[in-house]
């Protein structure tokens, strides 16, 4: 069984970083990519930021320049970092973990809300 553990989120102030990580219960190293994903109430769900294996990234192209995605094999940890926070960031924030892609985890979520 695949558990995905987000933490870091919170209430904050625009313009401040928030650094989000997502602890797995498996071997990250097993998963084809690895990404993140938020929902802003009445809103889809929409990708972040993902990365690979192979360390490849790709970034949603609304957030480009303030976020950083990152992993730790080691530590079975996948890592947001999010800079200069706006309000329209706030939303509930979920990992993702793609096996292939008819095959995804997800975490419970966590909530991030900047204040302005």
């Known amino acids: 069984q695949v558990h995905l553990v987000e933490s870091g989120g919170g209430l904050v102030q625009a313009g401040d970083s928030l650094r989000l990580s997502c602890v797995a219960s498996?071997?990250?190293?097993?998963?084809?990519?690895m990404g993140w994903y938020r929902q802003a109430p009445g809103k889809q769900r929409e990708l972040v930021a993902g990365?690979?294996?192979?360390?490849?990234?790709n970034y949603a192209d609304s957030l480009k320049g303030r976020i950083t995605i990152s992993r730790d094999n080691a530590k079975n940890t996948t890592y947001l970092q999010i800079n200069s926070l706006k309000s329209e960031d706030t939303a509930v924030y979920y990992c993702n973990a793609e096996y292939v892609h008819a095959l995804q985890f997800w975490g419970q979520g966590t909530q991030v809300t900047v204040s302005s």
């Open positions: 990365i690979t294996r192979g360390g490849s990234t």
């Open positions: 498996v071997s990250i190293s097993i998963f084809n990519a």
